[in-house]
């Protein structure tokens, strides 16, 4: 017999929709958008949370694969670096006795 005291039981999740749901395009028809507002993209200079969505959702792009490698370069620099200062020794990984 397991004991599960560790792992909380976790909450099922249901996708339920109605039987005669038809969805969110209906609209409101007595809705009067400007023409203008299906381009709107501004935020607010003082609303910190839409600018950082803004940047999150245009880092998630491949392009940032360069920044991963030189990120990686400065790591193992770094570590070179610190083992540098400590004095480590490199002839440990040799097989010369």
């Known amino acids: 017999m ?3 005291i560790y ?3 976790k909450n099922a999740r ?3 929709t109605p039987r005669y749901y ?3 395009d209906a609209g409101n028809i007595y809705s009067f958008d400007s023409k203008f507002n299906k381009y709107k993209e501004t935020t607010n200079a003082i ?3 839409s600018q950082w969505a803004e940047v999150r959702k ?3 792009t491949r392009g940032n694969r360069e ?3 030189r990120l990686l370069i400065i790591i193992m620099v770094l570590v070179f670096i610190f083992l540098w200062i400590i004095d480590f020794d490199l002839s440990i990984f ?3 006795p």
């Open 2 to 4: 397991r004991l599960k």
């Open 94 to 96: 040799s097989n010369q």
């Open 22 to 24: 038809k969805g969110k």
């Open 58 to 60: 245009s880092s998630r």
């Open 47 to 49: 609303d910190f949370g």
């Open 14 to 16: 249901y996708n339920y």
């Open 67 to 69: 920044i991963n490698k």
């Open 7 to 9: 792992n909380p039981r």
